[in-house]
């Protein structure tokens, strides 16, 4: 995959075995959905003596891999309500 001006993803082989990863083990599903949050982090403002200093931008924004992220907590979830019959109230 090329992404614009030419360049190469080189996130490609990581973005593919994210995308790729299947629960197995209830256990290992819990830990993603509990490690992985529900929304994108807020953004925050840095002040000092009342005036902002630093703006940081919403986390989901600095991360390349944002969307498999997100696509493996919801294959996670998927999985334990589906496969295992659990209630993933807690996790939403």
């Given at each position: 995959?090329?992404?614009?001006?030419?360049?190469?993803?080189?996130?490609?082989?990581?973005?593919?075995?994210?995308?790729?990863?299947?629960?197995?083990?209830?256990?290992?599903?819990?830990?993603?959905?509990?490690?992985?949050?529900?929304?994108?982090?807020?953004?925050?403002?840095?002040?000092?003596?009342?005036?902002?200093?630093?703006?940081?931008?919403?986390?989901?924004?600095?991360?390349?891999?944002?969307?498999?992220?997100?696509?493996?907590?919801?294959r996670a979830l998927c999985y334990l309500a589906d496969e295992c019959g659990e209630d993933v109230s807690a996790y939403v």
């Amino acid at each position: 995959m090329k992404l614009l001006g030419g360049g190469v993803d080189w996130l490609l082989p990581l973005r593919t075995w994210l995308n790729g990863l299947t629960f197995k083990r209830p256990a290992i599903a819990h830990r993603v959905c509990q490690l992985i949050p529900t929304q994108c982090p807020f953004a925050r403002d840095i002040r000092v003596l009342g005036k902002r200093v630093l703006r940081i931008p919403p986390l989901c924004k600095l991360n390349p891999l944002y969307e498999e992220v997100v696509g493996l907590r919801f294959r996670a979830l998927c999985y334990l309500a589906d496969e295992c019959g659990e209630d993933v109230s807690a996790y939403v």
